[in-house]
């Protein structure tokens, strides 16, 4: 097995140790496209990873990471605040480490957001959750 490291900023990027799938001209319109090696993933996945200030790369500490039902996208969330709709989350420790509460379901779209004091909140709405591997490590980079 491949293993994949995924870095986000407030506009997606991603590494990939395989790239030949990858849209170089666009890595945007396909951020989490990571179907090479495997024809059928495993059905659920781990996700872990770590969330870093954009200009020191310094783990922050206390950032909540939250991935929505799916189907739920964000101004739903933020328009009624129910935490039924909250499918996992994670908070950072005083490195930036995170794992989240639950296994995700592979071959899903997600919404996600997380939020940390001082910094931009990130968001992503339907983002496709794709892997070849029993976990899946998500670094993403925070701005102020």
């Known amino acids: 097995m491949e293993n994949y490291i995924l870095t986000f900023m407030l506009e997606i990027q991603v590494k990939n140790t ?9 890595p945007v319109t396909n951020p989490v496209q990571i179907e090479n090696a495997c024809e059928k993933g495993p059905r659920e ?3 872990s ?3 870093v200030d954009a200009n020191t790369n310094q783990g922050i500490s206390g950032a ?8 739920t996208l964000i101004y739903e969330y933020d328009a009624f ?10 908070v950072t420790d005083r490195l930036g480490n995170y794992t ?10 997600y ?11 990130y968001k992503s709405d339907e983002q496709l959750m794709k892997t070849c591997d029993e976990s899946l490590t998500m670094n993403f980079m925070m701005k102020h």
């Not at 395989?18 to 666009?26: A, I, K, V």
């Not at 605040?81 to 994670?90: E, H």
Request: glycine residues 2%; aromatic residues 6%; positive net charge.
């Open 81 to 90: 605040l129910d935490s039924s709709s909250i499918l996992a989350q994670a």
């Open 45 to 47: 996945f781990a996700m």
């Open 49 to 51: 990873g770590k969330i």
């Open 18 to 26: 395989n790239t030949e799938n990858l849209d170089h001209e666009n």
């Open 64 to 71: 909540q990471l939250v991935v929505l039902v799916p189907d």
């Open 111 to 121: 919404s996600m957001f997380i939020n940390a004091v001082r910094y931009k909140r």
């Open 100 to 109: 989240l509460s639950r296994r995700l379901r592979n071959d899903r779209k």
